[in-house]
């Protein structure tokens, strides 16, 4: 440190506050942040050391190489769908038809590009286009006539659902082209090992660049800065963690462009909701609403964006499904669809109440959930006992949820 | 457009209110409202509950839209439909409900609709601004990277004060500013008001506290159920001013007064 001890840095002024700096402070800060109920990713990292253990004890299969591979194509798909309920989470808000939405979605891919002949190109525009619509209606209701998201987008899955059978028609189910690009893209297209190994370097070195410069700009304007050593620390284990992924996917197919794609979407969202203002607006909306409008931001507009933005990624998911599945089916989009879409972002960290979530946690969220239903799928149980046990994983995720916003209110952090 | 328009000189007026009414249902919050204050103008709000002082600075804020009435801003007649567009024709409020995002930082929230980049958020620069406002209020908040959640309620005032100076204002309107304040809070939000005063803006304050009220107010407006009940200046008696925010001599104010007195001089007679 270069400072002049008799100019104290900006923010190091007040004697009341402790100082986290060396790395045994860092970790004691996290402590406690998490006994505050400021829980973080620390759900989803239990749930994952636990899953993994009972699954590959039960059956060794489910930690083989190609089984995660295979996990990480079907995280794709409702994951996708998950980034856009932790847009409507952020708000204190809900849409209950991701499910039926995705399932149009697929069947418009379907019957458009399949039985009408249109590009893919186009199809998939279309499909797009009719999700941005429904979640502009949504907004619409919400924003004019004031009806609640919860029963607006209830009489959504219904009415969207029943649209997916019309279009589908008599027969029912379409099956897509084995050899098109759309398929092959959610079945077989795989990253060669140098590109993903070279792609799970880049986060790390993100780190470090990007905390080099805030660093040194943080210094020059006499604010403390996070120390060196923990920046180097979180970066080293984050690009050792990655690339040891990487290398075991690597030992089976390897890592999906499909999987690839879904991370994109959350690195581009992350930034959105954490560096823009759009993103501090939807925080401010989901937090207080009526300050939010004072300060200046047009409350509908931020509603309007993420109903639209929920929509359309409940869409790409349906599209991305219909490709895994290689088919447009009347069975697609229903069923577990939409409670796993919305568990993934609260087993995340994303809070009901609005206000509080991250792009990561549908990340992690769903890689949670999915390891839990192919774990199942793996122990050939029928789909009564994994419904039952996937909405028990629901229950205590929103438990969760809900004590650790009990702890936080009572420490002040809510 | 109303970007463009300028401070007026010292001594005209920023802010006109002509014939504001505001009603809820069947309920006349406001009536026909008469308000004028000047660049360079400390105005004093005060009024009992329910006088209407708090929907006044609401209307004015863009909150609430009046019933019926004009308001001119710095010379030319406005129409305040929205909060974003009376700040950004220069109309600050602190608001007594204070209106701040309790998951939000103190950063966030001193620049809430208003961030530095919006593309790719200034945090550095946001928090060295953060941290200066702060400092000439004498602002004691340990952290402004703390959410507003865990803040003291005087803390959360400062900030909601703070904010109202980011945006280089022509009229600030404060509601209760010193409500939540310790001492020396309160005399650095008095001397603000000052400040902010010579600059050649206008001010509005709303208190219940007389003193505060006389050390800065240049005139005292009195409300009184939702109605103009009279201007005063801060050398008007104690008396008369009561009676105006009360609408009778005879108040419990006046009757506490005079019983306190009786009770003295029957003490004092007793004694002799």
Same mark, same amino acid.
């Not at chain 1, 004019?144 to 009806?147: A, F, I, Q, S």
């Given at each position: 440190m270069s400072q002049n001890p008799s100019q104290p840095m900006l923010d190091r002024s007040d004697e009341r506050v402790r100082h986290d700096d060396s790395l045994a402070a860092v970790a004691k800060g996290f402590i406690d942040r998490v006994r505050s109920g400021? @829980? =973080? /990713?620390l759900p989803v990292a239990v749930g994952l050391v636990v899953i993994s253990i009972v699954f590959s004890a039960l059956n060794p299969i489910f930690l083989a190489p190609n089984n995660l591979v295979n996990l990480l194509f079907d995280c794709a798909t409702v994951g996708v769908i998950s980034l856009g309920i932790v847009c409507v989470l952020v708000l204190g808000e809900i849409d209950l038809s991701v499910g039926s939405m995705s399932g149009l979605a697929s069947a418009m891919v379907g019957v458009l590009w399949v039985n009408q002949g249109w590009p893919i190109a186009g199809a998939i525009l279309a499909a797009l286009v009719v999700g941005a619509g429904v979640g502009l209606l949504y907004a619409t209701l919400y924003n004019? @006539? =004031? /009806?609640p998201s919860f029963v607006a987008t209830l009489a959504g899955l219904l009415a969207l659902l029943g649209m997916q059978l019309y279009i589908l028609g008599p027969t029912g189910s379409i099956n897509l082209p084995y050899a098109s690009s759309l398929v092959r893209f959610g079945q077989i297209l795989i990253m060669p090992d140098w590109l993903s190994h070279t792609l799970a370097l880049l986060p790390g070195l993100v780190m470090i660049g990007r905390g080099l410069r805030t660093r040194n700009q943080r210094l020059a304007a006499n604010l403390s800065a996070q120390p060196m050593r923990a920046l180097i620390l979180k970066a080293a284990v984050l690009t050792v963690a990655l690339e040891a992924a990487v290398f075991y996917l690597n030992l089976g197919r390897g890592m999906p462009w499909m999987f690839a794609l879904f991370i994109a979407l959350a690195v581009i969202l992350n930034y959105a909701l954490t560096r823009t203002q759009w993103g501090r607006s939807m925080f401010a909306v989901g937090g207080n609403k009526e300050a939010a409008r004072r300060s200046g931001i047009n409350v509908r507009r931020i509603y309007m964006s993420a109903f639209m933005l929920c929509s359309t990624l409940a869409a790409l998911g349906g599209i991305l499904s219909a490709s895994r599945l290689a088919s447009s089916s009347q069975q697609a989009g229903t069923g577990d669809v939409n409670l796993n879409a919305i568990a993934a972002a609260v087993i995340g960290g994303t809070s009901l109440f609005g206000g509080r979530g991250s792009a990561y946690s549908a990340l992690l969220g769903i890689i949670v959930i999915q390891a839990i239903s192919n774990g199942l799928t793996l122990l050939n149980l029928s789909s009564s006992l994994r419904y039952m046990i996937t909405g028990g994983v629901l229950a205590i995720a929103v438990i969760v949820d809900s004590l650790a916003r009990r702890s936080r209110v009572s420490h002040g952090r809510a | 457009m109303t970007a463009t328009l300028s401070l007026p000189a010292k001594g005209q007026s920023v802010i006109r209110l002509s014939g504001v009414s505001k009603n809820f249902g069947a309920v006349s919050a406001l009536t026909d409202i008469e308000l004028d204050v000047k660049a360079g103008e400390v105005v004093a709000l005060v009024g009992d509950n329910g006088a209407g002082k708090s929907t006044l600075v609401k209307v004015l804020a863009g909150v609430h839209q009046p019933s019926s009435g004009t308001i001119e801003f710095c010379g030319q007649q406005v129409s305040l439909d929205t909060p974003a567009k009376a700040l950004d024709m220069g109309i600050a409020t602190v608001f007594q409900d204070l209106a701040l995002c309790e998951n939000l930082d103190v950063v966030a929230n001193l620049f809430l609709g208003h961030e530095m980049s919006p593309w790719a958020l200034d945090e550095v620069a946001m928090e060295v601004r953060a941290w200066t406002l702060l400092r000439e209020l004498a602002a004691r908040i340990p952290s402004v990277r703390e959410p507003i959640a865990s803040l003291s309620g005087g803390q959360r005032q400062t900030v909601a004060i703070a904010r109202s100076l980011l945006l280089n204002p022509k009229l600030i309107m404060l509601d209760e500013p010193t409500a939540a304040l310790g001492v020396a809070q309160t005399a650095e939000v008095l001397n603000l008001i000052e400040r902010v005063r010579d600059r050649g803006l206008g001010v509005i304050i709303i208190s219940h506290n007389m003193e505060d009220v006389r050390a800065v107010a240049d005139r005292i407006v009195v409300l009184r159920l939702g109605k103009n009940n009279g201007v005063f200046t801060p050398k008007s008696s104690n008396q008369d001013l009561i009676s105006a925010i009360t609408g009778a001599t005879d108040n419990s104010v006046s009757r506490r007064a005079d019983r306190k007195a009786g009770e003295a001089q029957e003490h004092n007679g007793g004694a002799a």
């Open positions: 400021d @829980l =973080g /990713m004019r @006539l =004031g /009806m | -």
